[in-house]
């Protein structure tokens, strides 16, 4: 989510209007079922959400480095009039701290901010510069943050960068109660007036909690937490303790289990569904000269490279059944003999083929993390225990040179404490065959504390070393 500040010419004297955008389609919001039990909470519904979908994009971008791409801006937009004029807006990004894609072609001079836990990509300056200032921002206004630090949830530094502002906003709240709000001033207004307040904090804190607990496996995730999600979680607990309608009921551990059951409730999903519903890409320019393999001239080189990344909560075996029943059931449709013989990945080859080439991508990952129960108690003895897995599928192009990538990331991902543990996976989707046009290998991921937030800069560097 990124916060839009937009101001008109003419208002000068008034404050920033910060505006919370989603960076997907309004139709990919359906792909997020844990969306809906989380809105519930927070007394909000789909319909109260900006997405890409809400954004008029100007007739033509502003000039702009180049730049990578995390999810489309909708083309339904294009034929909007007359758009959101660069000089008007203000971007404060969050959970990255790079303005991508589209919204970068036309927004990237007008970053003033971020707060992220990602690797810093050193697109927004320690200082903003002058002359980025808008013209039509009051002097008042205090610089935007720029916060990169480690975290397990995002979600954690925006509620520890807001908390003095939250809290002085309550107090505010409960000292202009009653007739500042144009009620009566008697005792019983003043009562239902904090209760109220008490209760926004907490649908509030509820929103900020559930990203938090997802993030970080409610606290449990090795190698990800850190003090600044413990003292967030601390700080939102006591936000919906406050609130009378949530004090005797809030059980945090049912609370994230309720979630995170929803969030793996994709299995009914299209595969190319479940593949786009967390998905990340980025263009990752290539300063070395690369030879492009298969081309006839032996000299052309890519200027950038295109990597994807898929992070799925179901595991690679699951995903191979599934787009097997599903080019079963597409056959059956269109009354084709099916053929016995074939092996059973390569329909979901198939589909992970037809992502790429759709997307242009040049390198494609698929990243899955999952949990399998035990026949062991867990450790607080309370029934069967569990164990968290990860899994990493590799498939590059010849644009990429093929399997370069692959071995110079595979190098990097079993070397040394930065390393992934990876361990080659015999499920059939691995591709030696030089007559396809793809370069296929999949591992068992034992660092399961490495998630996207790391692999994707490692995949990055593999991209460029690899050349």
């Known amino acids: 989510m990124r916060p839009l500040s937009s101001q008109g010419p003419d208002r000068r004297s008034q404050p920033k209007l910060y505006i919370p955008l989603l960076n997907?389609?309004?139709?990919?919001?359906?792909?997020?079922?844990?969306?809906g039990v989380l809105f519930k909470y927070a007394?909000?519904?789909?319909?109260?959400?900006?997405?890409l979908d809400d954004i008029p994009l100007p007739t033509s971008p502003s000039p702009s480095p180049s730049s990578s791409s995390s999810s489309p801006l909708s083309e339904d937009n294009a034929s909007k009039?007359?758009?959101?004029?660069?000089?008007?807006?203000?971007?404060?990004?969050?959970d990255h701290n790079k303005l991508t894609g589209t919204l970068a072609q036309h927004y990237s001079t007008r970053v003033s901010g971020c707060i992220d836990h990602h690797e810093d990509e050193h697109a927004i300056p320690t200082t903003k510069p002058t002359k980025t200032t808008s013209p039509t921002t009051p002097k008042s206004h205090p610089p935007e943050p720029r916060i990169i630090q480690k975290a397990g949830s995002c979600a954690s530094l925006v509620t520890l960068h807001l908390r003095s502002a939250w809290d002085s906003l309550r107090t505010s709240s409960s000292l202009t109660s009653g007739a500042a709000h144009g009620q009566s001033e008697d005792e019983s207004s003043l009562l239902n007036d904090g209760s109220t307040t008490r209760i926004w904090?907490?649908?509030?804190?509820?929103?900020?909690?559930?990203?938090?607990?997802?993030?970080?496996?409610?606290?449990?995730a090795k190698g990800k937490v850190e003090p600044v999600d413990r003292e967030a979680i601390s700080y939102l607990e006591t936000q919906i303790m406050a609130a009378s309608s949530s004090s005797s009921s809030f059980?945090?551990?049912?609370?994230?289990?309720?979630?995170?059951?929803?969030?793996?409730?994709?299995?009914?999903?299209?595969?190319?569904?479940?593949?786009?519903?967390?998905?990340k890409v980025w263009d990752v320019d290539m300063n070395v000269e690369v030879?492009?393999?298969?081309?006839?001239n032996g000299n052309e080189k890519p200027k950038s490279l295109k990597l994807g990344i898929s992070s799925v909560v179901l595991n690679l075996s699951f995903l191979i059944d599934k787009a097997d029943r599903e080019r079963d059931r597409e056959r059956e449709d269109k009354s084709e003999h099916e053929d016995k013989s074939r092996e059973r990945t390569v329909a979901f080859n198939d589909i992970t083929s037809s992502f790429m080439t759709k997307r242009n991508l040049d390198v494609f990952a698929i990243m899955t993390a999952f949990t399998t129960t035990t026949d062991e108690d867990d450790e607080k003895g309370e029934g069967k225990g569990s164990t968290f897995q990860r899994e990493l599928k590799l498939q590059t192009n010849e644009r990429a040179g093929r399997g370069r990538v692959g071995e110079r990331f595979l190098e990097m991902g079993k070397s040394g404490g930065e390393g992934l543990g990876l361990e080659d996976c015999d499920l059939g989707l691995g591709s030696s065959d030089e007559r396809s046009?793809?370069?296929r290998k999949t591992w068992v991921q034992r660092e399961v504390g490495k998630s996207r937030k790391q692999v994707g800069p490692m995949l990055r560097l593999a991209m460029e070393r690899s050349c």
């Open 24 to 35: 997907i389609p309004y139709a990919d919001i359906a792909l997020r079922p844990e969306f």
């Open 201 to 220: 904090d907490a649908q509030v804190a509820y929103l900020a909690l559930g990203a938090i607990l997802i993030d970080t496996a409610n606290l449990t």
């Open 43 to 51: 007394n909000i519904e789909e319909k109260h959400l900006c997405t």
């Open 251 to 279: 059980d945090r551990r049912a609370f994230y289990e309720e979630i995170e059951t929803a969030k793996k409730n994709v299995g009914k999903l299209p595969i190319e569904d479940i593949l786009r519903k967390d998905y």
């Open 291 to 296: 030879e492009v393999a298969g081309n006839r």
């Open 81 to 94: 009039a007359p758009g959101l004029r660069s000089e008007n807006t203000e971007w404060i990004l969050t």
């Open 437 to 439: 046009p793809f370069w």
